[in-house]
């Protein structure tokens, strides 16, 4: 996103990322909490932002995803068994896909996680820039979040794990845990460019005028 902001504070339709992705997870029926993992120094600044949606705690997060995530978790009473891992960046995650991923922890799944189907052609490249193979990309899936644990299942992923993950379904993997899959949304498309922050504001103008 370049410099500025974190980029779960950059603005979208005047509204902080983190505002839209916490107002949609809180929609839905099964949530019951939601914690959020915030930079150390703007966890006071953070729970400003969110004062107006109920049942949301802040605390300070770590150095990387990872250690957030942890942070969060240790923050969740013991009575919730059901935990989802979302990020902010997914501002546009609807309820409906929250509800699905419950579901399926619900039903008895360790794990669950959001996909869709890969569309684009994939190509493995070598160093020098050279195309080495075509990938076959029928049984590739491109994951969202959030993603749904058993409590103790994350729990044990985040104690055991020796190497750093970019999504939580990975260390679970790790311990030989089994995950599914959702179907996920295109709604939860990750913004992480200029560009996507163009295209959730077309598709919230899209969202207003039929609502």
Do not use: C, W
Not at 62 to 77: E, F, I, K
Not at 111 to 122: C, K, M, R
Not at 181 to 205: C, H, M, N, Q, W
């Amino acid at each position: 996103m370049g410099p500025g902001a974190p980029k779960a504070l950059r603005m979208l339709a005047g509204i902080p990322l983190l505002v839209h992705a916490v107002k949609r997870i809180a929609s839905a029926p099964s949530v019951g909490l939601i914690v959020v993992a915030a930079p150390a120094g703007d966890v006071g600044h953070v729970a400003e932002l969110l004062a107006g949606v109920e049942r949301v705690d802040v605390v300070a997060g770590g150095a990387t995803r990872q250690l957030s995530v942890a942070a969060a978790l240790r923050a969740v009473p013991a009575a919730y068994d059901v935990i989802l891992v979302h990020d902010a960046a997914r501002a546009l995650a609807p309820s409906d896909l929250v509800e699905s991923v419950a579901a399926a922890v619900r039903a008895g799944a360790a794990a669950v996680i959001p996909v869709l189907p890969v569309v684009d052609t994939i190509k493995r490249v070598g160093a020098d820039g050279e195309v080495l193979a075509t990938v076959d990309r029928s049984p590739l899936r491109a994951v969202q979040t959030p993603q749904g644990f058993r409590r103790k299942t994350l729990v044990d992923a985040h104690e055991r794990a020796v190497d750093t993950h970019t999504d939580d379904a990975g260390m679970v993997e790790a311990l030989g845990v089994r995950v599914d899959t959702v179907a996920g949304s295109d709604l939860a498309f990750k913004i992480t460019r200029p560009y996507d922050l163009v295209l959730a504001e077309a598709l919230l103008a899209v969202d207003s005028a039929l609502g």
